[in-house]
């Protein structure tokens, strides 16, 4: 037997179970990876709390849990190719990933080797976050010399949305509450408070004016970033969430260019990027993480232990 987060009705954190079930195998043409951790995002509980945003993923019930785990590949099935047993992975499991075991096909465009030197920790919340952040950059064309003004920026999508933005040249205001403002500042952000008034504040922070924008939580800064001047064809938001104003683009993980998580790992492994870990819960304990997570208070990631 084995282990798998898993629910058989919608709601929140309290229908989530820690479940024992038969152990999976590899078929042909896939590979098992044995989880060592797995990273929260907040498509994973509004997965669990509304049904639509379920059936989008092609989500019924009963369900797992989760979207981005780390491990080790343990078993190789007939006619399966890219991985061996040993090799160390992360990857993409969308409703699956909290669980000892997740299966694989391959070829494989959700799973990926695991640099040397970044631990299972960081890689387990890689894949949908780093790819979200990549693609809304990429869907604004941002440059070396803009000014983006980046909504959510301290959240998991936020983070790395920092980082690749002033690795990208742009000088970066982040909103957030004024509690993490110190955190933003060690990203390299510029911290605007959120709410009532926010372009009046990002007036005085960029007096010459802002030339992009991507919103990650909500729509405000994609309305503020309007408001400013800024053209829709240079503003973003999520992919998961309202519809946006006419002509801003929408993005997600599902958009992000080809290598993007590769060049991703590769700037933490070297140190350009870093991965703030607000905490890590055991698997036992998936009911106070999520909570944690969809609070939205947290600085970082959340990571379950399995």
């Known amino acids: 037997m084995s282990r798998a987060v898993r629910y058989r009705r919608f ?3 309290e229908v989530l179970e820690l479940q024992e079930i038969p152990e999976p195998h590899a078929a042909p043409d896939e590979v098992r ?35 981005d785990f ?3 590949v343990d078993e190789v099935g007939a006619g ?25 096909k391959t070829p494989a465009a959700t799973l990926w080797h695991t640099p040397e030197g970044v631990g299972d920790e960081v890689a387990g919340v890689l894949p949908v976050s780093g790819l979200t952040a ?40 982040g909103t957030a509450s004024e509690g993490t403002f110190g955190f933003l500042r060690g990203l390299g952000a510029e911290p605007v408070a959120y709410g009532p008034g926010l372009a009046d504040r990002v007036r005085s922070l960029a007096p ?10 909500a729509r405000e800064t994609a309305e503020t970033a309007l408001a400013l001047g800024v053209a829709p064809e240079r503003i973003s938001v999520v992919a998961d969430g309202p519809a946006p104003p006419p002509g801003v683009h929408k993005a997600g993980a599902l958009d992000a260019g080809p290598g993007a998580l590769e060049r991703i790992a590769d700037a933490i492994r070297s140190g350009e990027i870093t991965v703030p870990v607000a905490a890590t819960f055991p698997v036992e304990r998936i009911r106070e993480a999520v909570t944690a997570q969809a609070e939205r208070h947290v600085h970082g990631k959340i990571v379950i232990a399995l």
Do not use: H
Not at 36 to 51: E, F, H, M, R, S
Not at 82 to 103: E, M, N, P, S
Not at 145 to 154: E, K, Q
Not at 208 to 217: S, Y
């Open 11 to 13: 709601g929140g954190p």
């Open 33 to 67: 990876v044995r989880v060592t951790t797995a990273g929260l995002n907040p498509v994973d509980w509004q997965i669990t709390t509304q049904p639509d945003m379920a059936a989008r993923f092609g989500i019924t019930l009963p369900a797992g849990f989760g979207g």
């Open 70 to 72: 780390a491990g080790v």
């Open 80 to 104: 399966a190719t890219g991985f061996a047993t040993g090799d160390r992975v992360y990857g993409a499991a969308i409703g699956r990933a909290v669980a000892d075991f997740v299966l694989v």
């Open 134 to 173: 990549s693609a809304a950059l990429a869907a604004i064309g941002l440059r070396a010399g803009d000014t983006v003004l980046i909504g959510g920026a301290a959240g998991g999508v936020g983070i790395f949305a920092v980082q690749l933005a002033k690795l990208a040249g742009a000088r970066v205001l």
């Open 208 to 217: 010459e004016g802002i030339t992009a924008a991507t919103d990650l939580f």
